[in-house]
């Protein structure tokens, strides 16, 4: 979990200056990103099958650089409201994220309680690996819903 964080932190500074200095919109360096993001996602749920030891930490270095992308949108937030709310704009797109996962913890944990407990060792929940699949299927098809409606998102320019 730590590589992603590592990931994160050069992602984001990775994204920002492409962002900055590649004469393209936002959106499409967003885009991009986001597109990528799914592709490491999918590496991480599809290739569950493989010995994955040894490429882990890259794995989630790599989930982490992608995901770097996600400040972009809070700099794409300024160009689609007014002035006057802004600051408000802004705020609740960088707390719904948090919202978001908050709420996804609850549901993931519903899944594996419903389809995957296995049994309880000193007081301890034991989960079938085939419930964890589910929960990350389920990441998996929210990220891609979340890539294509991103797709529709309109730029505009505050005087």
């Known amino acids: 979990v730590m590589m992603m964080s590592i990931g994160f932190s050069f992602g984001a500074f990775f994204w920002g200056i492409v962002s900055d200095r590649l004469n393209v919109s936002r959106k499409k360096v967003y885009l991009f990103g986001l597109i990528l993001y799914v592709l490491a996602w999918l590496c991480l749920t599809l290739f569950r099958y493989v010995s994955l030891n040894s490429w ?42 948090f919202v978001g996962g908050a709420l996804y913890q609850l549901l993931i944990g519903y899944i594996l309680d419903i389809f995957g407990l296995e049994r309880i060792e000193d007081g301890v929940r034991i989960y079938s690996s085939a419930s964890y699949e589910l929960g990350f299927i389920i990441c998996l098809f929210s990220l891609i819903l979340a890539t294509i409606m991103a797709f529709f998102i309109k730029i505009y320019r505050n005087p």
């Not at 882990?56 to 949108?73: A, E, N, R």
Request: aromatic share 14%; net charge positive.
């Open 56 to 97: 882990l930490h890259i794995l989630f270095f790599v989930l982490g650089f992608f995901f770097g992308v996600i400040p972009i949108s809070v700099a794409m937030i300024k160009s689609l409201f007014p002035l006057k709310i802004m600051g408000s704009a802004t705020g609740a797109a960088n707390a719904l994220p």
